[in-house]
């Protein structure tokens, strides 16, 4: 995780105020977390991070295209990702993150790491069942969908086997 040094905010030395930072996020970003679903990412997150006297206001912003395959034709598609993230950092006595949208970070602490706030980002704003656009609208022409729809087809016209209809006039009685 080396490479994640620039997702460090040296928050210390900052001026009170609005400031934004710019990142751009690839597959080596998800290799660090060994996250393997995707095959190529480009994504442009934009952190507007406003501090604050007691506080920090942070606003992560993700939009790009994660490239993965198709849970149903198992074909490599971009999948768009748009996503936003609001979260508070105040400070406590020891660090705390139970909450979904606020972080409470020790006093003493000079710097935050927000790369895993961005890896939660991207991942979640994936689809739980990724589908290639082209099968939602049926022009994507593959094998795998050949052989779904012959299958699901043979499954159509099979007949019941006569002897369940024997067994089922056993339960009846």
Not at 10 to 25: N, R
Request: contains cysteine; glycine residues 4%; hydrophobic residues 35%.
């Amino acid at each position: 995780m080396k490479h994640l040094k620039e997702f460090i905010i040296q928050f210390e030395g900052l001026k009170t105020g609005m400031h934004q930072f710019k990142y751009l996020i690839e597959k080596k970003f998800f290799e660090s977390y060994q996250y393997d679903d995707f095959i190529e990412s480009n994504i442009k997150v934009v952190l507007d991070f406003n501090k604050k006297d007691s506080l920090f206001e942070l606003y992560f912003k993700a939009n790009g295209t994660v490239l993965i395959n198709c849970d149903v034709s198992g074909e490599e598609y971009n999948q768009v990702i748009h996503g936003e993230l609001k979260l508070i950092v105040n400070f406590g006595n020891e660090f705390n993150d139970e909450h979904e949208d606020i972080l409470i970070i020790p006093r003493n602490d000079y710097q935050l790491n927000v790369a895993q706030y961005i890896y939660e980002l991207i991942v979640l704003n994936v689809p739980v069942k990724r589908i290639h656009p082209k099968v939602i609208d049926g022009t994507l022409k593959s094998e795998a969908l050949d052989k779904l729809k012959k299958f699901q087809r043979q499954s159509e016209k099979k007949e019941i086997d006569p002897r369940w209809d024997k067994l089922k006039e056993l339960i009846k009685d």
